[in-house]
C-alpha cells in the first residue's frame, strides 16, 4: 500500500513569511494526525482529526497555526507567521482505526527552516 | 513536563551483541506502549508494542518488556545488526482516553551498531 505523502520535502522562509504543507494519508484511514518534532526532542502531537473533524488541538498554538482536512481525506496545515522556533520537522501520520490503539503511519516529513 | 524519558542520548553496540533501550514514563494513566524506529530523513515507522496488562511482547529479534511498578519499559534487540542503527523512540497512549491518537514521545535514543 502506498504510504503517508507529505510535501514539500524541505522549505527554508524568513520569520514573519508564511508557509504551508500537505499531507495525504493512507487510503481508507479515517484519522490523521499533525506532529512537530524539534531537533533533539520527540515528536509532539499538534492536531488530530477524525474524518474532517477536530478530535484534539490543545498543543495547536492557534494563533499562529491553522489546519483544516477538507473531505475528510487530504489536510494542509498552515503557519502564519512563522517565528525562529518553528523551525523543526512537520509530520503526518494517520491510522485506521479509532476506538483502539493502532499504530500511526508516518510519512517523511517537511522540515522546515525558519531564518 | 516530560511524561515519557529515555535518558540514554546514545548506546553503541557490537554487531550480534544485544542492544537494551530503556525508557521511563511518570503518568500511571498510561496504559499503551510503543516503540518506533526512526532513520535520517524518514518518518518514524512502527517497531512493537506492549499493553499494560502484559509484561513482555516479542516479535522476532525485538523484545519489549514492561514493569509497571516502576513506571519503566526497555526494548531488547537480539542479535543486534547494522542495519539497526536508528533513531528509537519509546511512546507511551492513555488508550482508556478520548484520543487514541495522542501518542506522548520520548526523546529518542540514537543505536549505532558496528561491524
Known amino acids: 500500500e502506498a504510504g503517508v505523502a507529505q510535501s514539500p520535502r524541505y522549505k527554508i522562509i524568513e520569520k514573519r513569511q508564511s508557509v504551508a504543507f500537505w499531507c495525504n494519508p493512507i487510503?481508507?484511514?479515517?484519522?490523521l494526525y499533525w506532529y512537530q518534532q524539534i531537533l533533539g526532542q520527540g515528536p509532539k502531537l499538534l492536531i488530530q482529526f477524525q474524518n474532517n473533524g477536530v478530535v484534539d488541538d490543545s498543543q495547536l498554538p492557534k494563533d499562529r497555526f491553522s489546519a483544516e482536512r477538507l473531505k475528510g481525506v487530504d489536510s494542509t496545515l498552515k503557519i502564519q507567521p512563522a517565528k525562529l522556533e518553528d523551525s523543526a520537522v512537520y509530520l503526518c501520520?494517520?491510522?485506521?482505526?479509532?476506538?483502539?490503539?493502532?499504530?500511526?503511519?508516518f510519512g517523511n516529513g517537511t522540515r522546515l527552516t525558519v531564518t | 513536563d516530560q511524561q515519557v524519558k529515555q535518558n540514554s542520548p546514545s548506546l553503541s553496540v557490537q554487531e550480534g551483541r544485544i542492544s537494551i533501550l530503556n525508557c521511563d514514563y511518570t503518568n500511571s494513566m498510561f496504559d499503551y506502549f510503543l516503540w518506533y524506529k526512526k532513520y535520517p530523513a524518514e518518518g518514524p515507522t512502527f517497531l512493537i508494542s506492549?499493553?499494560?496488562?502484559?509484561d513482555k511482547n516479542e516479535d522476532g529479534r525485538f523484545t519489549v518488556f514492561l514493569n509497571k511498578s516502576a513506571k519503566h519499559l526497555s526494548l531488547h534487540i537480539v542479535p543486534s545488526q547494522p542495519g539497526d542503527s536508528a533513531v528509537y523512540f519509546c511512546a507511551a497512549i492513555h488508550a482508556g482516553g478520548t484520543s487514541y491518537g495522542k501518542l506522548t514521545f520520548g526523546q529518542g535514543t540514537i543505536l549505532t551498531v558496528h561491524p
Open positions: 487510503s481508507g484511514h479515517a484519522t
Open positions: 506492549i499493553s499494560s496488562i502484559k
Open positions: 501520520a494517520s491510522s485506521f482505526e479509532w476506538l483502539g490503539p493502532s499504530p500511526l503511519h
